[in-house]
């Protein structure tokens, strides 16, 4: 499947639900990115951070939620995810990650290609925009961490090949979400 505009409102619904309650939440990693090149997302992945597994089941239950969980046993010891919830019919997974802001979480991942955001979530889908919120700029790949395994280097090195051209110029913009420039 792939992500339309009612995943995409899901996944902000989702943000507002967690953050209602205080906990720390952003769209981050490759469906921001992939909405930044030009590409539909296969699908989002909401993170979350400051809580454990049981409350974050307890607040997902509590809206009517289904989801299936998923931990991390064997994670890298520089890579902060502790697991996260699968959402029941939809492409969308709340990735829980071991740190107090979601900033955290986003230095965390692997490599720079996936450091992108959807910020001003709060401004609905017509008002939100997606940006680059690494310290390397996505023009040249580069491992955020070093503990990667050569598989996913070259899954990152293809997909960077795949989508670094559409942006040829390297040109720091933010990328509308949704209204009459964005996809959604």
């Known amino acids: 499947?792939?992500?339309?505009?009612?995943?995409?409102?899901?996944?902000?619904d989702?943000?507002?639900?967690?953050?209602?309650?205080?906990?720390?939440?952003?769209?981050?990693?490759?469906?921001?990115?992939?909405i930044y090149?030009?590409?539909?997302?296969?699908?989002?992945?909401?993170?979350?951070?400051?809580i454990s597994m049981e409350t974050a089941s307890e607040i997902l239950a509590g809206a009517g939620i289904a989801s299936?969980?998923?931990h991390i046993y064997n994670g890298a010891a520089s890579d902060r995810l502790v697991g996260g919830f699968k959402l029941v019919g939809t492409d969308i997974d709340v990735c829980l990650?071991?740190?107090?802001d979601v900033s955290e979480a986003i230095d965390a991942f692997d490599f720079n290609l996936n450091q992108f955001v959807i910020s001003g979530i709060h401004h609905g889908i017509d008002g939100a925009h997606v940006r680059?919120?690494?310290?390397?700029h996505w023009s040249t790949l580069a491992a955020v961490?070093?503990?990667?395994?050569?598989?996913?280097h070259d899954?990152?090195?293809?997909?960077?090949?795949?989508?670094?051209?559409?942006?040829?110029t390297g040109e720091a913009v933010e990328v509308p979400v949704g209204g009459l420039d964005g996809p959604y």
């Open 97 to 100: 990650y071991d740190c107090t």
């Open 1 to 12: 499947m792939s992500v339309n505009r009612a995943t995409m409102q899901g996944a902000f």
């Open 37 to 50: 090149f030009g590409v539909r997302p296969k699908d989002i992945d909401v993170i979350i951070c400051g």
């Open 132 to 136: 680059f919120v690494g310290e390397i």
């Open 14 to 34: 989702l943000c507002e639900l967690f953050q209602m309650g205080g906990v720390p939440s952003i769209i981050a990693g490759g469906a921001a990115r992939d």
């Open 145 to 152: 961490r070093k503990d990667f395994t050569p598989a996913r």
């Open 155 to 168: 899954k990152m090195q293809a997909k960077w090949l795949d989508l670094s051209w559409r942006r040829a």
């Open 68 to 70: 299936t969980p998923f």
